[in-house]
């Protein structure tokens, strides 16, 4: 009987393990800026400690943009633990025409990192530092072992997620 306990508990820990949470994001200034997000796609989905992620944001934007920084924010229950800028045209073609626009990112996990809910803050400026685009990112970072028995069900496939009813490719 204690065996048949021990086992289920087991089961249960490696099945919450192994089905984190799916990234979810929202936009932090919308309707405010020249940017108009309608999707986030993470890559993988859940994120995997070591590993690269990929997040890819979409939307439109109102007119030309010829260049511009990307701020980034990531926080670990609700604390903030590492920022970084970098070059809009590092993260899309410059310079941006009006219309649809993609900014990806690409962070490699550091292996040291421990598991749990995480947060991304991801803001656009113009060349004048004017404030183009915010979006809110929060996702679960797992251990390599809690995909290794669910890579085919969702360990490689990013999940994207809309806003609206229009989708950006």
Request: with cysteine; charged share 10%.
């Amino acid at each position: 009987m204690r065996h048949l306990f021990a086992l289920s508990a087991i089961l249960l820990m490696a099945v919450s393990l192994t089905c984190a949470d799916k990234m979810s994001w929202t936009p932090c200034d919308a309707g405010l800026t020249e940017f108009s997000p309608s999707s986030v796609v993470l890559t993988p989905d859940p994120p995997v400690i070591g590993s690269p992620a990929t997040f890819v944001i979409s939307g439109d934007i109102g007119n030309e943009l010829p260049g511009g920084s990307v701020d980034m924010t990531v926080s670990f229950s609700g604390l903030p633990i590492y920022s970084s800028t970098s070059d809009l045209c590092t993260k899309t073609t410059c310079p941006v025409p009006a219309g649809p626009i993609a900014i990806t990112i690409v962070q490699v996990l550091p292996p040291i990192a421990p598991p749990g809910d995480y947060g991304l803050q991801v803001v656009a400026r113009g060349p004048d530092g004017s404030e183009l685009a915010c979006v809110n990112v929060a996702f679960s970072l797992v251990l390599p072992s809690a995909v290794s028995g669910a890579a085919g069900s969702h360990g490689a496939v990013g999940r994207k997620q809309r806003m609206g009813s229009r989708q950006v490719a």
